[in-house]
């Protein structure tokens, strides 16, 4: 799963970033892209600046390491953020074409580290 955070508040109030990190990168647009592997580690794995760009570095993981994502289901979960979900969605449908696109809300533990307005993608990928 790769998913992105809105703001960094979140990340500094789980001690991930610090104060002033966290409010730095957050006035100038930061945001993470985080991997969150198959035994629960969330790593990071990339930045982009502005929601518009890191909403492209996702659709750009998919593109790279999707295996047929065609013909399978692709997950996108939001932190109480449909609409920015289905516009991720559009942005994927536009680069892949149209596919099998499920949206789901994340838990509280995952939703806790990114805030509202994370979203987050699981596609059939070419590595496990």
Do not use: W
Not at 78 to 85: G, K, P, R, T
């Amino acid at each position: 799963m790769y998913f992105m955070a809105d703001d960094l508040k979140f990340f500094h109030r789980s001690g991930r970033v610090g104060g002033l990190s966290a409010m730095m990168g957050t006035l100038i647009g930061i945001r993470p892209i985080i991997y969150m592997d198959a035994n629960g580690r969330m790593t990071s794995c990339g930045k982009a600046k502005g929601r518009k760009k890191t909403l492209e570095a996702l659709v750009d993981k998919v593109a790279e390491l999707g295996d047929d994502v065609k013909n399978h289901r692709i997950l996108v979960g939001h932190s109480d953020s449909l609409e920015l979900a289905q516009q991720f969605a559009e942005m994927l449908k536009e680069r892949i074409g149209e596919c099998d696109i499920e949206f789901v809300e994340v838990n509280p533990t995952a939703g806790s580290h990114c805030g509202p307005n994370g979203i987050g993608v699981t596609f059939h990928a070419t590595q496990r």
